[in-house]
C-alpha cells in the first residue's frame, strides 16, 4: 500500500510523528511518503519539531506559506494535485484540522483516492472557527475516521457517518506525549530559568478570536497582568499575536527582558522544552486545542481561553475549564488554581501510548483482506 501522510502547520508534527514510526514497523507492507505543505515555515514553527520529534524530512515540501484562507487552500490543493498525479498514492492521511488537512483532503478525493482522517469527529459547533469549517469538509469526504474518544464517535454517528468507517483508536498526540515525557524532565531549560515546580504559568493564545480585536485582546492581557503579579506567565509567542500586539500599541505587557517575570515572552518553543515547562507549571493558560489535551494527561489544571471545545472530553473527564474571553472570568479560574480548587481530571480512555498502532493496524487488516472501504 502506498501511503502519503501529509503535515502542515505545527500542530501536526507530533500527531504524524507517532504514525510514521508505526508504519515502518511494516515495511513490506506499507510504503510511505511524508509531504510538508509548508503552511509552517520557520524554522521555530516548523524545522525545530522535526529534530525534537526525530522525524525524517520530508519528501516533499510544497512550500505554500502564508495568505488569506482561500490563497493559502488553494494553493496547496494545486500543488498536490501535481504530488497525487505523480505519485499516485492508495491512500492519504491527514491529521488534525488545519488548513492543509482540508485541502489535501479535497485534492485526494477528487481524483479517486481513498483518505484517512485521524483526530475525526471533533466539533466545537462554532462556524467563526476556521478549523470547524475544516473538520467538517474532511469528516464528510473521509474513508477512514480515526477517533480519539466517545464525544467524536457520537458526533460522526449523529451526522450519518456509517460506523465501519469508523475507528475508536484513541490519542496519537498523546503517544507522542508518552514517549517523550521522560527525555523532557531531564532538560534543566527550567534551572536556567530560574523557576521553580509549580512557581511558574505557561500560556499560548493565536486565535483570531482573541488577539484579532483590540478590546478583547486588551482584556485578556489585562487578566494576564494580574495573575502575573503572583506568578510568572512565560508566553513563547505565536507570530500572529506579536503582530498585533505591536499594532494595537500593546507590547508594553510584555517582558522582553533576561528575568522571568510578568507576562515574559520568548520565541515559539521545541517541542520538548514547552512539554518540560508544561509538565510543572502551576496553570497552563491557552486557546489552543491540543494543549487542553495535554494538560489533561499531564494532570494541570488548564484555564481555556475559548467560548467553546471540540475537545468536550477534556473538561468531562480531564482538568480544563473553558472561561471564553472575560477577564474576569479567567481571573475567577485563576483564583480557583491558586486555592487549590481547580479539577485534577483523569486521563481519557485509549490516551495510552497505542494509538498510532491502533491506526496501522487497522490499515493492514483492511489491506490484508482487500477491502479498501
Ligand atoms: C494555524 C491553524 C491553527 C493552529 C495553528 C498552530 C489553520 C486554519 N489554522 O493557525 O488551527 O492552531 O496553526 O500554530 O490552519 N506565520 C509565520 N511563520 C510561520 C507560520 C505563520 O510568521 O511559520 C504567521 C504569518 O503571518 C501568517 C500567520 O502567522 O500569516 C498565520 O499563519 P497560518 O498558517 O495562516 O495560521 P495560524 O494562525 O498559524
Known sequence: MKIINIVGARPNFMKMAPIIE????????????LVHTGQHYDEKMSQAFFVDLGMPKPDINLEVGSGS??????????????VCLRETPDLVIVVGDVNSTM??????KKLGIKVAHVEAGLRSRDMSMPEEINRLCTDVLCDYLFTTDH????????????????????????????????????????RRLGLTSK??????????????DKGVLTGILEALAEIS????????????????????????????GEKVEGIWITEPLGYLEFLHLNMNAKMVLTDSGGLQEETTVLGVPCITMRPNT???????VGSNV??????????????????????????????DGHAAERIVEVLVDTMAKGVFL
Not at 163 to 187: E, S
Not at 199 to 212: E, I, K, Q, S, W
Not at 310 to 316: A, H, K, L, Q, V
Open 322 to 351: 473553558m472561561v471564553g474571553n472575560s477577564k474576569q472570568k479567567i481571573l475567577d479560574q485563576a483564583r480557583q488554581v491558586f486555592s487549590g480548587e481547580a479539577p485534577q481530571g483523569r486521563v481519557p480512555k485509549k490516551w
Open 199 to 212: 512557581g511558574y504559568a505557561t500560556l499560548t493564545m493565536h486565535r483570531p478570536g482573541n488577539v484579532d
Open 151 to 190: 464525544f467524536a464517535n457520537e458526533n460522526l454517528a449523529a451526522e450519518g457517518v456509517p460506523a465501519d468507517k469508523v475507528f475508536f483508536v484513541g490519542n496519537v498526540m498523546i503517544d507522542t506525549l508518552l514517549k517523550h515525557r521522560v527525555m523532557a524532565a531531564t532538560l534543566d531549560l527550567s
Open 103 to 108: 485541502a489535501c483532503t479535497i485534492t485526494a
Open 229 to 256: 503579579q503572583q506568578i510568572p506567565i512565560i508566553f513563547p509567542i505565536h507570530p500572529r499575536t506579536k503582530k498585533m500586539a505591536e499594532e494595537f500599541g500593546l507590547a508594553h505587557f510584555f517582558n522582553t
Open 22 to 33: 508505526a508504519m515502518n514497523k511494516h515495511p513490506g507492507q506499507i510504503n510511505h511518503l
Open 69 to 82: 484562507h482561500a490563497e493559502q487552500t488553494a494553493r496547496i490543493m494545486v500543488e498536490f494535485e501535481k
Open 310 to 316: 471540540e475537545r468536550p472530553i477534556t473538561c468531562e
